[in-house]
């Protein structure tokens, strides 16, 4: 996990302003992509909020008894901007993206907690009409870590070279392409994924710019 005071922590200052819906999103996808366990992750997000907030987060239940859901739960009961109505803006999923693309996919448990959150914030766009086919598509995309998208793409293209060019891929032949590549049971996988620690670090930055001009 990075340190605090890294470009890539998340952070919660706990000012009016600010929101816990965002930074619980990018928290999570940081501490799914580091393995953390559910008690871990109670314990570390203290590393990420004020030393203010600290006395106060440790009597709610959920630390307490140390469980991310129950913990959760109680944050999302004393912060308004959690409620889903508020949080699912095209600015909370371009957040969760950008945030998702800093970490490489280690393997298929990732790659579905990855779909989960992601689906979690643009369903409700998609349904209210805010968010178009090819928005989602690109986004989803997006939110890979740009060593993965290149290989997603080579895989993607050997699938269908006829696909248009200026066309996102579909989010669900995206989501199908990338079980089966990061699959445990894959017979062969290229030597640069299986060292992902070499392309992950956590103070090397990388472009975050998206691969289609969607976003608006």
């Known amino acids: 996990m990075p340190g605090p005071r890294s470009n890539k922590a998340p952070f919660f200052s706990g ?3 600010d929101s816990l819906a965002n930074f619980l999103l990018e928290y999570e996808v940081l501490a799914d992509t580091h393995g953390l366990t559910t008690t871990e992750k109670v314990e570390t997000i203290m590393r990420y909020v004020p030393a ?10 959920g630390y307490g ?13 004393l912060y308004l901007d ?3 109505a508020t ?24 790659m579905i907690a990855y779909h989960r959150h992601f689906l979690e914030i643009s369903n409700h766009l998609y ?5 178009s086919d090819d928005e989602q598509n690109s ?22 070279p006829r696909h248009p060019t200026n066309k996102p891929y579909t989010f669900k032949v ?25 392309y992950d670090n956590d103070d090397e930055d990388h472009p975050a710019t998206p691969d289609y001009q969607i976003r608006q």
């Open 65 to 77: 008894i140390k469980s991310w859901t129950t913990f959760t739960d109680d944050l999302e009961g």
């Open 174 to 198: 995206v989501l199908s392409a990338a079980k089966s590549y990061f699959s445990k049971n894959q017979f062969y996988r290229p030597a640069h994924h299986q060292n992902h620690s070499n």
């Open 82 to 84: 959690t409620l889903a």
């Open 139 to 160: 986004e989803f995309f997006q939110g890979f870590h740009p060593d993965d998208r290149e290989v997603l793409a080579s895989w993607l293209f050997s699938m269908n």
């Open 87 to 110: 949080c699912s803006t095209k600015k909370a999923l371009q957040d969760f993206v950008d945030s998702s693309s800093w970490h490489r996919i280690r393997n298929e448990d990732d």
């Open 52 to 61: 203010t907030l600290h006395k106060f987060w440790r009597t709610l239940e």
């Open 15 to 17: 000012k009016e302003n």
């Open 127 to 131: 349904n209210a009409g805010d968010l």
